[in-house]
């Protein structure tokens, strides 16, 4: 069975810093692309930032393009997004998902029919 357990979230004042962790168990993903999304209440699920297997290319919404960092590191099965310059609006419930549709695939997808697994979100919560 697949897991994808998210961590990291919690309350912080505009302006700081978050890390966000997405570890993978039961089945390896390395060979796949992983994204993470958010959704904030009242707003749709939105993508935030996707990056390749091989983790040499990543692609980020415009909302976090320049404060948010994707990494990856498949010996530990593990996703990371840095979040820095935190802003009221990017709170929400941060998703980790993977796009188990291709192995080994360089091109990174933004839309939630794109990926096949997600995680139980973790909350991230920013205050003015």
């Known amino acids: 069975q697949v897991h994808l357990i998210e961590s990291g979230g919690g309350l912080v004042q505009a302006g700081g810093s978050l890390r966000l962790s997405c570890a993978a168990s039961?089945?390896?993903?390395?060979?796949?692309?992983m994204g993470w999304f958010r959704h904030a209440p009242g707003k749709e699920r939105e993508f935030v930032a996707a990056?390749?297997?091989?983790?040499?290319?990543?692609y980020y919404a415009d909302s976090v393009k320049g404060r948010a960092t994707i990494s990856s590191d498949n010996a530990k099965n593990t996703v990371y997004l840095q979040m820095n310059s935190l802003k009221p609006e990017d709170t929400a419930v941060y998703y980790c998902?993977?796009?188990?549709?291709?192995?080994?695939?360089?091109?990174?997808?933004?839309?939630?029919?794109?990926?096949?697994?997600w995680g139980q979100g973790t909350q991230v919560t920013v205050s003015s």
């Open positions: 039961g089945r390896t993903f390395s060979s796949y692309a």
């Open positions: 990056i390749s297997w091989s983790g040499d290319n990543t």
């Open positions: 998902a993977v796009d188990g549709r291709y192995r080994y695939h360089y091109e990174l997808y933004d839309k939630l029919n794109d990926y096949n697994y």
